[in-house]
């Protein structure tokens, strides 16, 4: 597909868009250029468009029925991209991976039980788990040279008092793909002490250069059965906005388990524009996904090439998965809250803080690059006005 799809800057201001129309709740104010919540500023597939236009001239949207295909979708998609095996009664649809990981939580633990994240970490995770009121844990990740590494000696120490691992693969917002090794480290200390793992991998269709997402579950048999994976096609067909998850449960005790409770929640009715555009996304949609991940990867080594030329103030962790840059400003001198003012007020950036990620996260932000050029180089000369001469 053609660059010039992605280049085509589309105005989404006054549409209910929650990253331009909410500028003023976020930042204070509407005069900045928004690169934060993690959906793309590109049109969708144009199979996808073409599914949705074909509903909408049909003219009628009632309840939808939900066959086999669409589980054939799931496990064609995973075979293919990630040569994960699954079966179709292992697939439970949601309206969303944050809801299905809160649905798991309260299937799979009670109240005042310990629950693992592993910080600076995709910020709903925190409240997810105290919103239902368990414990939280934290494992904080290790930062050597703006790479982020797993402190096993404390991960163990915190899974010896959790019920619930909540992983975060690839993790989100310092964009590692874990190593086998490092999976299969985490995986047999949370057996070793009976913890459970909920293995959030929405980003893993968005892995770059030599890097291999791993599933969790496709380690061995017996990790199999300890991991509930959640997916979804939202960040990689930029579908959010329609409410479509899934959580993988290969375990058939957990399977009834999860079955008996959500059906009580009544929240499997999902819409047929959701359900369409998931099959068009998973069988049509190639060249549109492999184009996208190329300009994604080159948006990556044009901001990589501008910071280390203009911006020497400003570091960057590599980025190996998912189309957020986690950036370090630490070398300006600022404290959180003289940061984020500069960067509204000065540079007119709304772009997401880092300490809202958990500790790790100070002197952080986190730019989103799924954007046309045009706009990621804005923003860029934007930061410029961080510099101290400035």
Same mark, same amino acid.
């Not at 959790?162 to 200390?189: G, T, Y």
């Given at each position: 597909?053609?660059?010039?799809?992605?280049?085509?800057?589309?105005d989404?201001?006054?549409?209910?868009?929650l990253?331009?129309?909410? $500028?003023?709740?976020?930042?204070?104010?509407?005069d900045?250029?928004?690169? @934060?919540?993690?959906?793309?500023?590109?049109?969708?597939?144009?199979a &996808?468009?073409r599914?949705?236009?074909? &509903?909408?001239?049909?003219?009628?949207?009632?309840?939808?029925?939900?066959t086999?295909?669409?589980y054939?979708?799931?496990?064609?998609?995973?075979?293919s991209?990630?040569k994960?095996? &699954?079966?179709?009664?292992?697939?439970?649809f949601?309206?969303?991976v944050?809801?299905?990981?809160?649905?798991?939580?309260?299937?799979?633990?009670n109240?005042?039980?310990?629950?693992?994240i592993?910080?600076?970490?995709?910020?709903?995770?925190?409240?997810?788990?105290t919103?239902?009121?368990?414990n939280?844990?934290?494992?904080?990740?290790?930062?050597?040279?703006?790479?982020?590494?797993?402190?096993?000696?404390?991960f163990?120490?915190?899974?010896?008092?959790?019920? &619930?691992?909540?992983?975060?693969?690839?993790?989100?917002?310092?964009?590692?793909? @874990?190593?086998?090794?490092?999976?299969?480290?985490?995986?047999?200390?949370c057996?070793?002490?009976?913890?459970?793992?909920?293995s959030d991998e929405?980003?893993?269709?968005?892995?770059?250069?030599?890097?291999?997402h791993?599933?969790?579950?496709?380690l061995?048999e017996?990790v199999k059965?300890?991991?509930?994976?959640?997916h979804?096609?939202?960040?990689?067909?930029?579908?959010?906005?329609l409410?479509?998850?899934?959580?993988?449960?290969?375990?058939?005790?957990?399977?009834?388990?999860?079955?008996?409770y959500?059906?009580?929640?009544?929240?499997?009715?999902?819409?047929?524009?959701?359900?369409?555009?998931?099959?068009?996304?998973?069988?049509?949609?190639?060249? @549109?996904?492999?184009?996208?991940?190329?300009?994604?990867?080159e948006n990556?080594?044009?901001?990589?090439?501008?910071?280390?030329v203009?911006?020497?103030?400003?570091?960057?962790?590599?980025?190996?998965?998912?189309?957020?840059? @986690?950036?370090d400003f630490?070398? =300006?001198?600022?404290?959180?809250?003289?940061?984020?003012?500069a960067?509204?007020?000065?540079?007119?950036?709304?772009?997401?803080d880092?300490?809202t990620?958990?500790?790790?996260?100070?002197?952080?932000?986190?730019?989103?690059?799924? $954007?046309?050029?045009?706009?990621?180089?804005?923003? =860029?000369?934007?930061?410029?006005?961080? $510099?101290?001469?400035?």
């Amino acid at each position: 597909m053609d660059r010039s799809f992605f280049d085509l800057v589309i105005d989404r201001k006054g549409t209910n868009c929650l990253k331009y129309d909410d $500028c003023v709740h976020r930042f204070g104010t509407a005069d900045v250029l928004p690169l @934060w919540v993690a959906d793309m500023d590109f049109r969708v597939a144009p199979a &996808i468009s073409r599914v949705a236009e074909e &509903i909408v001239k049909h003219g009628i949207y009632g309840y939808h029925h939900r066959t086999l295909r669409y589980y054939e979708a799931v496990m064609h998609w995973m075979f293919s991209r990630h040569k994960l095996e &699954i079966n179709p009664n292992e697939i439970f649809f949601t309206p969303g991976v944050v809801p299905a990981i809160s649905y798991l939580i309260q299937a799979f633990s009670n109240v005042g039980d310990g629950i693992l994240i592993q910080t600076p970490v995709y910020y709903p995770f925190f409240s997810v788990i105290t919103d239902n009121k368990r414990n939280l844990l934290i494992n904080q990740l290790v930062e050597k040279d703006n790479y982020y590494y797993i402190d096993f000696e404390d991960f163990e120490r915190k899974a010896s008092q959790a019920k &619930i691992f909540l992983l975060c693969s690839p993790h989100n917002p310092v964009s590692r793909v @874990w190593d086998i090794e490092e999976l299969q480290q985490m995986a047999e200390i949370c057996d070793k002490y009976g913890v459970l793992i909920i293995s959030d991998e929405i980003h893993s269709d968005i892995v770059f250069g030599q890097k291999k997402h791993v599933p969790l579950s496709s380690l061995s048999e017996k990790v199999k059965n300890n991991v509930i994976t959640c997916h979804s096609p939202s960040k990689t067909f930029n579908l959010a906005g329609l409410g479509l998850g899934y959580v993988i449960i290969s375990n058939s005790e957990w399977r009834k388990k999860f079955k008996e409770y959500y059906k009580v929640l009544y929240a499997e009715g999902l819409n047929v524009f959701a359900y369409e555009t998931m099959f068009a996304a998973y069988y049509e949609s190639d060249d @549109w996904y492999f184009s996208m991940l190329d300009y994604v990867y080159e948006n990556y080594m044009f901001i990589k090439e501008f910071v280390s030329v203009e911006l020497p103030f400003v570091r960057h962790t590599p980025l190996e998965a998912t189309y957020l840059v @986690w950036l370090d400003f630490r070398q =300006l001198g600022l404290d959180d809250v003289g940061l984020r003012r500069a960067v509204i007020e000065k540079a007119q950036l709304g772009i997401n803080d880092g300490p809202t990620f958990g500790p790790g996260g100070s002197g952080f932000q986190r730019i989103n690059i799924a $954007c046309p050029r045009s706009v990621l180089e804005e923003a =860029l000369v934007r930061l410029k006005r961080l $510099c101290p001469k400035h």
